[in-house]
């Protein structure tokens, strides 16, 4: 009797545990579930977008670019200069001149031609930096790449480049800025000319 009473016992603790093990283990799931949904990105989102700051230009496209760009401020300097001439003459040229009357120990007529080519060479040394300003409005995209790409070049340049003091004032330093290199061939060339420069200046030939 004792037993019979044990094992029912025992058995109606089983059932309950089953009955309520089920809904707590579904409830465990979904759970589970949720929360990773909630943990995964979803396609699309800024965590899985790969950064575009990273690409860089090779070394024969910036040369490249390098060289187009010189080409613009070149260009440029150009009309800057013309413009410079039209419109120094147009002044100097509308202003009273009195021949007996010099001006800083000057003919006027000689002073004011002086002025007219100064304000020629201001606008050729202006050109360069507006042709690079429309260069870089005309080419927004690449522009903060070919920014980086020249402080390397830079490096690059200063550390192979003659050692200023070495210079003689008779014979500068060739393209000591590296301004004239467009490709790798004159990137090449232009470190033998350093080289060759070096040579002459520690050993002189006797």
């Given at each position: ?21 089920k809904p ?8 589970f ?20 700051t ?13 060289k187009?760009?010189?080409t613009w ?16 003459a ?8 009195d ?20 304000t ?48 003689n ?20 060339q232009w ?11 520690v050993?002189?030939?006797n």
């Amino acid at each position: 009797m004792a037993n019979t009473l044990v094992q029912s016992n025992a058995l109606r603790l089983s059932q309950r545990h089953t009955i309520t093990s089920k809904p707590l283990k579904s409830f465990i799931r979904s759970r589970f579930k949720s929360t990773k949904a909630e943990k995964t990105p979803t396609p699309g989102t800024d965590s899985t977008q790969v950064p575009t700051t990273s690409q860089r230009l090779s070394w024969p496209e910036y040369l490249k670019i390098r060289k187009q760009r010189r080409t613009w401020q070149n260009v440029m300097a150009i009309p800057c200069s013309i413009l410079g001439l039209v419109g120094g003459a147009s002044y100097f040229g509308s202003l009273e001149t009195d021949p007996t009357k010099p001006i800083l120990g000057i003919d006027p007529f000689m002073f004011y031609g002086i002025c007219t080519v100064a304000t020629t060479g201001s606008g050729y040394l202006v050109g360069p930096s507006i042709g690079n300003a429309v260069w870089r409005l005309a080419h927004r995209r690449i522009a903060p790449m070919v920014d980086a790409q020249d402080r390397v070049f830079y490096k690059h340049i200063a550390r192979n480049r003659v050692d200023p003091s070495l210079q003689n004032p008779t014979s500068p330093i060739p393209d000591f800025y590296g301004e004239k290199i467009g490709s790798l061939s004159q990137y090449r060339q232009w470190l033998r000319d350093q080289a060759k420069y070096k040579k002459r200046m520690v050993l002189p030939e006797n």
